[in-house]
């Protein structure tokens, strides 16, 4: 297994034939946030199986804001396995590596990510808490409330908010 921490722009050509694989039509037409605009990945972890791309996640960086006060969140998003390579470590792997870029940099206050129901005991097991309080966002231009998914958070510099309302000041990832 091999790990790289690429740009946004430049890991999404590598990305798209697995996000394909993983999304095709007949899924994505029964996701519940297909309809959601979304912002694009400012860097992306790959996960290699020789020169095979098995994993990949989505980081983003965001100034927004909790209950006012300006935090720099660091976001994960676009988590994706190949579906005959599941259940063996890439994802969390991938995962790791994301956690480790933000506490590297220092700035981030703390990590959030939104992801369905059935996925919140994965990344449960990777030290991320469902976030009991608001998240607001961007959508098509309008402000206000993220309910498609599940907001979970993680702790970085500072503890993970336990309530209030994280605004992430744009769309969300
Ligand atoms: C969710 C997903 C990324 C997990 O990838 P993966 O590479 O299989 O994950 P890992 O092998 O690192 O999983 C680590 C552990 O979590 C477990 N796990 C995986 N999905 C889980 C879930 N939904 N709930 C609880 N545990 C889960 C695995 O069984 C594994 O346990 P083990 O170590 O005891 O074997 C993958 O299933 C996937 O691509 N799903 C489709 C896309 C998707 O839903 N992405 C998430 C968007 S929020």
Avoid at 23 to 29: G, R
Avoid at 85 to 100: L, N, P, V, Y
Avoid at 139 to 144: A, L, M, P
Wanted: overall charge neutral; some cysteine.
């Amino acid at each position: 297994m091999r790990v790289e921490l690429r740009s946004g722009n430049d890991g999404w050509p590598a990305v798209e034939p697995l996000n394909a694989l993983v999304y095709p039509p007949e899924v994505l037409a029964s996701i519940v946030w297909r309809e959601v605009e979304w912002s694009h990945a400012d860097k992306r972890v790959l996960v290699y199986l020789g020169e095979r791309l098995i994993a990949a996640v989505g980081l983003y960086l965001r100034d927004g804001t909790h209950d006012g006060a300006g935090v720099r969140i660091g976001g994960i998003g676009g988590v994706m396995t190949h579906p005959e390579h599941r259940g063996r470590g890439f994802a969390s792997a991938g995962m790791r590596r994301a956690e480790d870029f933000f506490a590297e940099r220092g700035d981030v206050d703390f990590g959030l990510l939104v992801c369905e129901p059935k996925n919140i005991g994965f990344y449960a097991r990777l030290g991320w808490r469902v976030f009991p309080g608001e998240l607001v966002v961007e959508q098509h231009g309008r402000r206000g409330a993220f309910t498609v998914t599940t907001p979970m958070v993680r702790a970085v510099r500072r503890p993970a908010p336990s309530g209030g309302t994280i605004d992430l000041c744009g769309l969300p990832w």
